[in-house]
Nanobody, 121 residues
Framework: QVQLAESGGGLVQPGGSLRLSCAAS????????MGWYRQAPGKERELVARITTGGSTTYADSVKGRFTISRDNAKNTMYLQMNSVKPEDTAVYYCNGNIATSILSRYVEYWGQGTHVTVSS
C-alpha cells in the first residue's frame, strides 16, 4: 500500500556532490518523521540524517556541515544533498518514513529498497 522509492545514487568523485531523493507513494494520510540511513559493506546500518514534519533536523557527526536533509510535504518527498563527499560515504542509502494510511491508523515505519552511492576517483 505504501512505497518509498529512493533515486539519485551513483558514482561520484571525492569532493563532489550528489542529491538523493525519496518519494513516498500509495495510500498515505500523514507522514511524520523521515530519515536517511546508510549501510556500508561489513558495517551496521546507521542514521545519516532525520527530519520532522516541522523541519527540525538531526545529523550524524560524520556528515554535519556536508549533508543537508530537506522535505517537501506537499509532494511526500524527502531529499539529501550530499556535498564534499568522501570515500567513507560509500554505502547503500535507505529512506525511512513513519506513515499513517488513514486518520484512524497508527504510524508505521517503512523503508525503501536503497540506492547505492560510491565515492571514488
Amino acid at each position: 500500500q505504501v512505497q518509498l522509492a529512493e533515486s539519485g545514487g551513483g558514482l561520484v568523485q571525492p569532493g563532489g556532490s550528489l542529491r538523493l531523493s525519496c518519494a513516498a507513494s500509495g495510500s498515505i494520510f500523514s507522514i511524520s518523521a523521515m530519515g536517511w540511513y546508510r549501510q556500508a559493506p561489513g558495517k551496521e546500518r546507521e542514521l545519516v540524517a532525520r527530519i520532522t514534519t516541522g523541519g527540525s533536523t538531526t545529523y550524524a557527526d560524520s556528515v554535519k556541515g556536508r549533508f543537508t536533509i530537506s522535505r517537501d510535504n506537499a509532494k511526500n518527498t524527502m531529499y539529501l544533498q550530499m556535498n564534499s563527499v568522501k570515500p567513507e560515504d560509500t554505502a547503500v542509502y535507505y529512506c525511512n518514513g513513519n506513515i499513517a494510511t488513514s486518520i484512524l491508523s497508527r504510524y508505521v515505519e517503512y523503508w525503501g529498497q536503497g540506492t547505492h552511492v560510491t565515492v571514488s576517483s
